[in-house]
Structure formats: structure tokens, C-alpha cells
């Protein structure tokens, strides 16, 4: 069983020609539902409206085989992201969100733990979050992804903190460069990767967006190519990449922590077979609209037709 924290919300998304569609979205929600279509056993804690747009959100993690913790349901309304397309798909975003974990805290006992994004660093939610990976870390892999919102943070520096609190707790990071290139906009991003590794995790995965990824580790530095697609637009695609790579290691038996040590000797093949699932994974989200992130016979489908 796995267990993701976070938002859930609404993306209202403005295309370049104006048009607006309704999505489920949220960061967090993206990697449950990911791993739900991946057939993977995931329990989703949240905080959504007793509304319409809460209602869209239960059915989309019912549809995903995704399980909606006990408590989840307690928000006044339901969170919205707007997002507007430029004419090459990238995404801006404006918030409406208030994040607090009052209650619900899963009843699963999980082998993996994820959680990220506004989630992490947005009060007074984040608080119950990091307790909650604290509490989970003596019998979970710890996975985490910062999917920085700059538009949210009013105070950087204590974001920052939060955000190297968490990398130290965890054992898989996956960030972009273009968050690191926010946490500090005058270090290489293989630096910034390479420093956090060294606060504990077994892994940091990078993105670089059409230029494809790389992870550090142990081992070294492994180095991936983004997978060749027309995109549609951009969004979720980090959170794909992520599935993909939590669904990487899932099939090579790196999860809990009686895996820890592993996971921390893991060799270079092993970090590349990780990261190709995850480019995968995002190449085919970023293929089409919305955060629509594929099924395990998806795939499954096109890494064969790839090999």
C-alpha cells in the first residue's frame, strides 16, 4: 500500500485561444491517481468542499482505483488553480487554496509515503504533514517533490527551510531545475541536486523539461532523454515523472524501509530503468490535455513499441 498527503483542487485551465475546461488536478492528487491507473495500491489523504467541484474530485479518485482517506472531506469549498496555456503549452498558475489537515491521517500501513508541493510548505497544513512523514519514516520509503508555487510563498526563506527539512526525511526527491533555479538562482542545478543528496535521501531526480532528466545518487550521475512527443500542454507533467518513477522503483522492490539500505546502494541501470518508466510516464501525459496520466496498459503499450 502506498499513502499520498496533499491538495487536490480544480484546475480551471485557459488554453491560447482563450477556451476554458475544467480539470481534477492538484499535485499531490496527480501522483495518487498515476499510480492508482498503474494498478498500485494508493490511499489519498486530502482536505476538499462537500461541493460540486469536491463531488468531480471523489469520482476521478473512485475512477483511478485511488482510495480517499477517512476525514478528507471537511473544507468550506473546494481549492481552484487557474492555470493559463501559452502558445507552446507551458502553464501559469493563480491559487485559490486554504490547506490545514485538521483530522484525516489514513489507515493504511504503507510501504511508501509521498507528498509535495503546496502541501509541504503552505501553513498551517504542512505542519501535519511533515508529522506525518515523520511518524511513517520507521516503516515507509519517504518520497517527495518541492513543485514549488512562487505565487504562494510569501516568505522564501522559511519555504526554503521547510523545504531542506523534508529532502533530509526523505529517501526519493524528484524536483525540477526550473525550482531550482527558484531555490537559488545562481548554483547548477547538478550542484543543488548533489548538496541535497547529502542530507540523506538516496536519490534526487531532476527534470529539465524537453531536455529530459538526470538523478544523482550513490552511484553517480545518470543521465535520461526526454521522450519525443507532440505535446498538448504541460500540465502535470512533473507529477507523471514522478508516478513513473515511484512506480520504477515499486517494480524493483526498493519500497519500505526494511529497503532502505538497498535503495541507498542502488546501481546505475537500476537509476536508469527508474528514470526511462518516469519519461515515459510524462511523455505520455504531456501528449495530452490536462493532467490525463495513462494506464498500466498504456504503458505498458508504449515501452514495448519503444524497445
Known amino acids: ?34 499510480l492508482g491507473r498503474l494498478g ?26 485511488v ?34 489537515l485538521p483530522s484525516p491521517s489514513g489507515s493504511s500501513t504503507p510501504a511508501l509515503v509521498h507528498t509535495g508541493s503546496i502541501a509541504a510548505v503552505m501553513e498551517p497544513g504542512c505542519d501535519v504533514v511533515a508529522d506525518m512523514l515523520h511518524r511513517r519514516r520507521s516503516s515507509a520509503t519517504i518520497s517527495y517533490d518541492p513543485n514549488v508555487r512562487p505565487v504562494l510563498i510569501t516568505d522564501k526563506a522559511r519555504a526554503r527551510q521547510r523545504i531542506e527539512h523534508l529532502v533530509s526525511i526523505s529517501d526519493i526527491v524528484k524536483v525540477s531545475d526550473e525550482d531550482l533555479r527558484w531555490y537559488d538562482p545562481e548554483r547548477d542545478p547538478v550542484d543543488i541536486a548533489r548538496e541535497w543528496l547529502s542530507r540523506g535521501p538516496a536519490m534526487v531526480a531532476v527534470t529539465k523539461g524537453a531536455e529530459g532528466a538526470f538523478a544523482v545518487c550513490a ?36 519500497l519500505g524501509a526494511e529497503s532502505r539500505n538497498a535503495l541507498h546502494a542502488i546501481d546505475p541501470e537500476e537509476v536508469r530503468n527508474v528514470l526511462d518508466n518516469a519519461v515515459l510516464m510524462s511523455g505520455l501525459t504531456v501528449a495530452r490535455a490536462g493532467a490525463d496520466l495513462p494506464t498500466r496498459e498504456t504503458l505498458d503499450r508504449a515501452a514495448g513499441v519503444r524497445q
Open 219 to 254: 552511484a553517480g550521475l545518470v543521465e535520461v532523454a526526454a521522450r519525443n512527443v507532440e505535446v498538448v500542454d504541460t500540465v502535470g507533467a512533473g507529477d507523471a515523472f514522478m508516478a513513473g518513477l515511484l512506480d520504477g522503483f515499486w517494480s524493483h522492490g526498493f
Open 1 to 34: 500500500m502506498s499513502l499520498v498527503i496533499g491538495e487536490a483542487l480544480i484546475d480551471i485551465v485557459t488554453a491560447s485561444d482563450g477556451t476554458t475546461t475544467e480539470y481534477v488536478g492538484g499535485s499531490p492528487l496527480n501522483v495518487a491517481v498515476g
Open 40 to 65: 498500485r495500491p494508493v490511499e489519498f489523504v486530502t482536505r476538499i468542499g462537500d461541493d460540486t467541484r469536491g463531488g468531480a474530485i471523489v469520482r476521478h479518485l473512485e475512477q483511478s482505483g
Open 67 to 100: 482510495s480517499l482517506a477517512p476525514g478528507s472531506i471537511t473544507a468550506q469549498r473546494t481549492a481552484t488553480a487557474h492555470a493559463t496555456l501559452d502558445s507552446a503549452g507551458s502553464a501559469t498558475y493563480e491559487f485559490d487554496i486554504e490547506w490545514d
